[in-house]
């Protein structure tokens, strides 16, 4: 259980409450947003706050604007989107800790939501220099850490603002760690999980903490390729990161020694290019011929790793299982979340690509949980600490 306090432990009534969001969402060229759920997911502990009549500050980076302002990582879409979900004006400092900032923060009333600028305009956020975290804090009375997406850094409104006010994290936080937290400490078994994604290497402590704890370890996507090689298996021109053949090699002798299933593909979509419309075929996972790469998992692959997961009871998922942006190369990828949506169980999608694969492929609603951390979440999964949590007031 979360040891840490919670808004509901906070007396908010008349005060001036600094919550951290993390409102880093995707936008097209025209400043569009095109996935709100980071702020929809953030809404619980805004209205909770607002309702008890708290002054609520904002605050969010966007993007990586590397310490400078730039209009084009401006904040001001959020707080129109924003506006929109809450049915409130949502009032907008055009600086961090400048005068305007203050000056709005200072005229708010009780039940007023503020939005400031991307904290990313200045370069002393990253660094979670003091002088910049106490300027931070000094807009707010009380502190709110609801960021789950970027509780795994130690920046200065993430962690450095905790010195300076008495804090506790929100909901989306609380919910997060509850859902996921239980799932690695007492899952309900069988206990599946699915790793993918591109590289092996982002994957590795994910890996090595689950081991322990899994009954079944499903692996796809481009990282498969690290664990055919270490067994000695053709890879063609697959993706591949040559230094951690051995490491995969260590792990499936580990997964052996514990009696884990760490299953592979049996079989693989290959094409000749890495090209949405690249001739392709499906061959055995040892036969992939030496001008081809594997771009998806193949229809056995599919079957058996569907069937594994429709019969558990806790699944985590982390990364596609193929090229799933190239329909081609996306069957693999659509089977596992299918199998996901019929579980009687716990399903859990760990952020980032997995996240847009499931919202895209349409079970977005039929999951448990779905992440709101890409890095986070993968940190969470390694059993790592997260900075942001861990500046919290204990209870
Ligand atoms: N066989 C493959 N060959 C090349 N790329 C692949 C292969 N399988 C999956 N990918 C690519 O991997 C990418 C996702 O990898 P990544 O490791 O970033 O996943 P993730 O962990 O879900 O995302 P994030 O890092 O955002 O949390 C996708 O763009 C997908 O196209
Ligand atoms: O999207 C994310 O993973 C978080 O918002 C953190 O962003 P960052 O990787 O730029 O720190």
């Known amino acids: 259980m979360l040891n840490k306090r919670t808004v509901e432990d906070l007396e908010v009534e008349g005060k001036k409450v600094l919550v951290r969001v993390d409102f880093n969402v ?10 709100d759920r980071r702020i ?6 805004i209205t909770y706050l607002r309702d008890k009549g708290a002054k609520v500050i904002l605050m969010s980076h966007l993007g990586r604007p590397k310490g400078k302002v730039d209009p084009q990582y401006s904040l001001k879409p959020v707080a129109k989107r924003l506006s929109e979900l809450l049915m409130q004006q949502v009032i907008m400092s055009q600086d961090v800790v400048g005068e305007d900032a203050l ?14 600028e991307n904290v990313r305009f200045h370069g002393e956020e990253e660094k979670n220099a003091p002088e910049f975290a106490k300027k931070l804090s000094s807009l707010g009375e009380l502190y709110v ?4 997406g970027t509780a795994h850094r130690a920046h200065a409104s993430t962690a450095g603002v905790a010195d300076y006010l008495p804090s506790a994290v929100g909901f989306l936080i609380k919910k997060e760690l509850d859902v996921m937290g239980k799932a690695l400490s007492n899952p309900e078994r069988p206990f599946v999980a699915i790793l993918g994604g591109a590289k092996v290497s982002d994957k590795i402590g994910v890996i090595e903490n689950l081991i322990d704890k899994v009954d079944a370890l499903l692996i796809g996507g481009g990282m498969a390729f690290n664990f055919l090689k270490a067994m000695g298996k053709e890879t063609g021109k697959s993706i591949l990161e040559e230094d951690k053949v051995e490491l995969a090699s260590e792990l499936l002798k580990k997964a052996e020694s514990k009696g884990v299933k760490l299953l592979l593909p049996v079989d693989i979509v290959v094409a000749k290019e890495f090209k949405v419309d690249a001739e392709h075929m499906t061959v055995d996972a040892g036969e992939i011929p030496e001008d081809y790469m594997g771009l998806d998992i193949g229809e056995n692959t599919r079957r058996i790793y569907s069937e594994i997961v429709e019969n558990a009871k806790t699944v985590v998922w982390n990364g596609p299982m193929g090229v799933f942006e190239m329909p081609a190369f996306s069957k693999g990828t659509y089977a596992i979340a299918e199998a996901m949506s019929k579980v009687n169980g716990t399903t859990i999608i760990g952020g980032g690509d997995s996240a847009a694969a499931v919202e895209q492929l349409g079970f977005g609603d039929k999951m448990t949980h779905i992440s709101t951390g890409g890095g986070a979440s ?18």
């Open 40 to 45: 929809r997911e953030a809404l619980p502990t």
């Open 26 to 35: 995707p936008m097209d060229k025209e400043g569009n947003i095109t996935d």
């Open 145 to 148: 850490n609801d960021a789950f």
């Open 103 to 116: 000056k709005k923060s200072e005229s708010l009333k009780d039940g007023d939501v503020m939005l400031i």
């Open 378 to 395: 993968l940190e969470f999964l390694e059993g790592k600490t997260l900075p942001g949590i861990a500046v919290i007031n204990d209870k």
